[in-house]
């Protein structure tokens, strides 16, 4: 059997060629690399006044799982990650956006917002291959997408301050 798989665009053009047990299957690996991710950032936050709150679930919206018949209530949800100042206040929220991304295998949203000033919003897209090794997140600021860096948890930290 040919580990090759193909990309989210060609999955786009042509959804006749995807079965439900892909598209379930890409679903649970968004699932998990989501949540690896949520790990690491919780980490990072330990030993700091940061809390995390991952009780905020959601479900994709997207078109492929309801063309492949596959309902809300079949699919995993993703946890939405909410990191609370000690005052009860929200720092940040992750927002599992998408999966079928173009050029992407999967979009969160991330908005922090500062104590004072106005909030920053990003969006995490992880750059690997559709169900073909670890998530390789990049960080890019909404309406600037040509700043992309590496993302990383204790870049995070650092913007929470």
Known sequence: MSSIHRSTSEELADPRGVSREHVLQ?????RDRVHKLYDEIE???????FR????????????LP???????AQQPEI?????????????????????WIIGANGRIDLRIMPS????????LL?????LNGPAQWIRMPIGAPFEREPFDPHWLLSKLH
């Open 26 to 30: 890409r679903l649970w690996d968004w």
């Open 43 to 49: 980490r990072e936050l330990q030993g700091t006044p």
């Open 52 to 63: 995390c709150n991952r009780e905020g679930k959601n479900t994709s919206g997207e078109e």
């Open 66 to 72: 309801q063309r492949v018949g596959i309902t809300r």
């Open 79 to 99: 946890d939405i990650l909410r990191i609370g100042r000690p005052d009860g206040t929200n720092a940040a929220v992750l927002y599992p956006r998408g999966l």
């Open 116 to 123: 004072v000033g106005g909030s920053e919003t990003y969006m």
């Open 126 to 130: 992880d750059q690997s291959e559709p």
